[in-house]
């Protein structure tokens, strides 16, 4: 059993790992929440093509990868991108009083009714292959470059705006590198 507790930014692979997780718990104050890749000119690679829709349905899968918009805590978990939002002060005893709670049932059980609910919830593993193939070639066309170094020149992966607020910053590098 994997449980995610989110108290920041879980963007393209963050948010690929936590959607790998079992549950997902998100402070309400401080969780965003995003798969940027598209406004960086490139199609995500950890999958969550693949698990979004099973948590979120397909329209609102295809709004959270085609729109690389970042998502607040509450909105996430309207989403089903979450599983809750909590208040960032009770997080930590929230997440650990449910990890208590599954901890303290048989484990057989709690094995049986995993597999089973994945079973009818989770993607394919051989979906994996192909999408970690569409990022590194989108990685490598003139647009995602371009696209890239566009984001590197206005802060991508440094303290800043656009690190903060990068779901509102995409949408200006079309503008920027013509793409």
Partial sequence: ???????????????????????????REHAVLSQP????????GGAPTHHLPFLTGRGRALE????????????????GYVNRSVPDASLDGFVDDVADRIASFDKAALVEVKNFVGEVS??????????????????????????????KERGLGRPG???????????????????
């Fill in 161 to 179: 705006d656009f690190e903060l607020r990068m779901g509102r910053h995409l949408p200006g590098l079309d503008r920027e590198t013509g793409a």
């Fill in 37 to 44: 890749e598209i406004g960086l000119g490139l199609v995500a």
């Fill in 1 to 27: 059993m994997s449980i995610a507790k989110i108290r920041g930014r879980a963007r393209g692979a963050g948010s690929e790992f936590v959607l790998a997780c079992d549950m997902r718990f998100a402070s």
């Fill in 64 to 79: 959270i990868m085609l729109t690389g918009q970042d998502y607040d805590a509450d909105l996430a978990e309207r989403y």
């Fill in 122 to 151: 989770l993607p394919s593993h051989e979906l994996q292959a192909p999408t970690s193939a569409a990022f590194w070639a989108s990685a490598t066309r003139p647009a995602g470059r371009r696209r890239l170094a566009a984001a």
